[in-house]
């Protein structure tokens, strides 16, 4: 079942741009990069940590006659106007057109997804699916996480190095190990390398292919998501010790045996104040009853599914949980499809004062660094504890009186009607 469900995560068709990337189109989402030399953007990008500028053609052209003016032709080259900047084949309207869509949705999906799926795909393989296809697939080598930047002075865009990590193409390792038997190389660990190096070692594994080629200068601006590969890797049983993944018991419910029916640890019927006691719970936020059977079914170790619609009180009740199972001592990791749900939660938390305790993971305005100065201030910071006995025992002073008005209130049919 597991092997079932990681499967279904693998992306690999030609409809994975990872695998197939139509290059040269009019696509909104994509920019070509036409002229300049795969290993000198990487060493001005990784190893300079320099911001480059995009030429319209009109630039290009500029560059050239400038060169030819001096009567230096050997100044013409791929090198020299990289120099200036990346070359493309737009007009500078189209140029600022297109960068400013891209820069739009790339922000678009960090805000929503809280990840960044922009690259600079350096070198491409051009290979074919078997031996009769006359359809060539393009599919990108080295990916550089990357994001545009603004620059106020000339009112365009530049590109510059995220600090993510640099990844090769997961997803066509995968395509070409599993219908080829071909095994891609992975990136050197050592600090020296460059494209180029990857390129040869590239050409070596799919050799046996006559009609594959690599183009180790052919570049492209856009957008790659290999995060459920991720996923599948993660889930490969092999790289959890003492085969903790397939034993563990959640897994294996959900997966395999499914989870034995439970009485409800508090049932509806059951009077809440009469169970509960203020001091024992870790309310941060505002909850009902029904909000409070939740998070005391959780802290109690079951297993449960919590569904309603927007505005339900969903992500208050998740707010209680994290903060009271840091309190019982545990640690929580709390995923979301889309970002603003963790925002909201985290929002919450904020606001009780809780910030501390919150390491963000995923966030457009997080990287290594925050992440490690974040994790630094938590661990540093003093233990905080808070006298809450007499606050408890007044609370529940007034709980009782309420309750004991609310049991002699009676009112007529009269009234009511």
Known sequence: MLGQARFKL?????????????????????????????????ADLVREDK???????????????EAARLKAPRLVTPKTCYRTGLQTSLSPGLL????HAIHRDAKTAEEERGINIL?????????????????PREAPLILLPVSLVRDAKRSAFDVKLREDDIATNQALQERLRGDFGIALPNIPETDDWLPSDYFDATI???????RWSIDVNAIELGFYSFSKLLMVRDLEPSNWPDNILTSHPL????????????????????????IL????????????SSQTRVIETVRAGRNLVVQGPPGTGKSQTITIIIAAAVHDGHSVLFVAEKMAALNVVHERLRAAGLDDMCLELHSQSVGKRLVAERLDRTL??????????????QQAAVRDRLNVVAKRCTFPSTILA
């Not at 741009?17 to 696509?27: F, N, Q």
């Not at 600022?96 to 960068?99: A, E, Q, V, Y």
């Not at 006691?277 to 009902?288: C, K, N, Y």
């Not at 540093?380 to 025992?393: N, P, S, Y």
């Open 10 to 42: 693998i992306e690999t068709g030609n409809r994975n741009r990872l695998i197939h990337t139509p290059r040269g189109g009019k696509r909104s989402r994509a920019l070509s990069i036409a002229g300049n030399i795969s290993d000198q953007v990487f």
């Open 51 to 65: 911001r480059l500028s995009f030429l319209a053609t009109q630039e290009v052209a500029d560059i050239q006659r």
């Open 96 to 99: 600022h057109k297109r960068l």
């Open 119 to 135: 690259y600079l795909a350096l070198g491409f393989l051009r290979w074919y699916e078997d031996d009769r296809s006359d359809v």
């Open 204 to 210: 070596t594994a799919v050799a046996a292919n006559r």
């Open 251 to 274: 897994l294996r419910g959900l997966l395999c045996e499914g989870f034995a029916a439970e009485p409800p640890l508090l049932p509806e019927t059951a009077k809440l104040d009469d």
């Open 277 to 288: 006691a203020p001091i024992d719970l870790v309310h941060v936020v505002d909850a009902d």
């Open 380 to 393: 540093q910071g003093a233990a905080c504890f808070v006298q809450m006995d007499d606050t408890a025992m």
